[in-house]
């Protein structure tokens, strides 16, 4: 027997366990390209809000100032005063109620009805 021994390098298995090894390491690099590439358009989507949001920003106060020289101030209240639209009170009549309380009433029930 001679004193060291001529091993085989490379047989099937170990040929495997390279294109194993390597499709693991091709996957972990696509992966992170991938990751990478969705965090850049994160970050590029939030960049265009906060460009909007800046634009937006510097308008307002041209948009106000626009308002207040063409629109002048209402002459009328803006809200309505309490007491406006009073409820017709219809004496537990129902539409009948409604008729003999007011003439617009019994109008709209003669409309209503067809009359």
């Given amino acids: 027997m001679a004193p060291f021994s001529v091993r085989r390098h490379g047989g099937p298995v170990t040929i495997v366990w390279l294109l194993v090894g390597l ?3 091709a996957w972990a690099v696509f992966v992170f390209n991938r990751l990478v590439r969705l965090r850049n358009q994160v970050r590029s989507a939030w ?3 906060d460009v909007q949001l800046k634009r937006r920003h510097d308008l307002v106060p041209d948009l106000v100032a626009t308002r207040i020289v063409r629109e002048p101030a209402p002459s009328w209240p803006t809200r309505p005063r309490r007491g406006w639209a009073k409820p017709v009170k219809t004496l ?3 539409w009948a109620g409604l008729a003999a ?3 617009v009433g019994g109008l709209l029930i003669n409309r209503l009805k067809g009359k």
């Fill in 101 to 103: 309380e007011t003439p």
């Fill in 47 to 49: 960049a265009d809000i």
């Fill in 23 to 25: 499709a693991i390491v």
């Fill in 92 to 94: 537990g009549l129902g």
